[in-house]
């Protein structure tokens, strides 16, 4: 057991609360997704994708789950879209990839080439 003592409050908390604590922000920490890398998008293509880019990071933000997604043009080369997003688990991240399927982002980008490291 660990005491902490103050003028007002008196606390006691056991080591296996503090360790217990520990191993569940370890897990919850290892649950989380990660892809990062870009996208090509071919030049007929380019248009429509940076028109819909603004509603798609929207529509992703708002969905449960998403903790970041960026998606920026390059500064060098404009056909190429450099991506980074973070789930909370697997489950977010799965119904993120199945909504993009059925959405208009997924429609203009399916031309386009994936270049994508998925870590977990």
């Known amino acids: 057991m ?3 003592t103050g003028h007002e409050c008196h606390c006691l908390v ?10 569940f922000q370890k897990i919850n920490y290892m649950s989380k997704v990660i892809l990062e890398g870009f996208i090509l998008v071919p030049d007929a293509d380019l248009k429509a994708v940076t028109r819909e880019l603004a509603n798609h990071e929207k529509l992703t ?5 998403c903790l970041v997604f960026k998606v920026q043009q390059h500064s060098e080369n404009p056909l190429r879209f ?3 997003e973070e ?4 489950s977010a991240f799965d119904k993120h990839q199945e909504r993009v399927k059925s959405s208009y982002w997924g429609a203009v980008t399916k031309n386009v080439t994936r270049q994508y490291q998925i870590s977990e």
Not at 61 to 65: A, K, M, Q, R, T
């Open 87 to 90: 789930f909370v688990d697997r």
């Open 61 to 65: 933000l708002e969905e449960p789950g």
């Open 2 to 4: 660990i005491h902490f």
């Open 14 to 23: 056991s080591e296996n609360f503090l360790n217990a604590n520990l191993i």
């Open 82 to 84: 450099d991506v980074y």
